[in-house]
């Protein structure tokens, strides 16, 4: 059994958005990441995957995104032993200000440069790889003129 989480790499004037995992997290808590959560059983449903994402999105920081383009998918295990299917989308910022809305799931939210986030060493490895993934997507949209 697989718990199936969804993170959106969210892009606004040059900076993504990152939150600071609420202490009260099981998985995490404390540290930097993406915005995101699981995906939970609601029904037949179409595009659950990008429903859920922007469902956590507004949920958790209180911003609406678009423009959602795959990144990436990755396996790993939680602490507790949960075994989870994370996938991750690159986001374009729609409208709304980001602030720490869930209080049990975020604790505050920044905006930082690909730049800051590659030389921070708080941030783990798997993310700075999702940020440079991310960031080619941009690269290729903007050169294609999308």
């Not at 040059?14 to 099981?26: A, Y």
């Not at 507004?58 to 507790?80: A, P, R």
């Not at 993310?127 to 050169?143: G, P, R």
């Amino acid at each position: 059994m697989f718990v199936v989480n969804v993170e959106g790499a969210i892009y606004k004037n040059e900076k993504w958005l990152l939150i600071r995992r609420s202490k009260k997290e099981e998985h995490a808590g404390g540290q930097l990441s993406l915005v995101g959560g699981k995906v939970e059983v609601d029904g037949t449903s179409t595009d659950v995957l990008e429903k859920t994402l922007k469902r956590e999105i507004f949920e958790e920081v209180g911003i609406e995104v678009s423009n959602l383009k795959y990144v990436n998918s990755s396996f790993f295990v939680t602490d507790s032993g949960l075994n989870v299917i994370d996938i991750v989308f690159q986001c374009d910022h729609e409208s709304g200000e980001a602030y720490a809305k869930c209080l049990d799931e975020v604790d505050d939210v920044c905006w930082m440069s690909t730049e800051e986030i590659l030389h921070n060493s708080e941030i783990p490895i798997y993310l700075k790889e999702n940020i440079k993934l991310a960031e080619k997507l941009i690269a290729v949209s903007d050169f294609i003129g999308e």
